[in-house]
């Protein structure tokens, strides 16, 4: 199992320490992440270079700002490569990215 490498401490900062709000963003980006994933999928899928970096760039810039680094690279490696007009990254990350998506489901804020 990849470890999330959360940075709880910046997630906090973030709240400005309220533990409460962190939480409610967590449940945020589980639901919004659960629905970028499907559409990473599905372009995968389809040979959409776009769809994937469109997923891929929601993904990046919502895991970074909650800190969970793991997550942020993997999505930042899958939307360069699809920039490059190429699925391979995404292929070769993708249930990676899935596990990782899934520990997220144990972080509390």
Known sequence: MADLQWNKEFALEQTGGDE?????????????????????QNAVDGNDTAGVVSA????KG???SLGIEAIRHLAMVIEADGRKDSLAAAQQNLAALEELLEQVNTLQG
């Open 62 to 64: 919502a895991s970074a």
């Open 20 to 40: 409460e709000l962190l939480e409610e963003l967590l449940t945020l980006f589980r639901d919004s992440s659960a629905s970028d994933l499907k559409q990473l």
């Open 56 to 59: 891929a760039h929601s993904i």
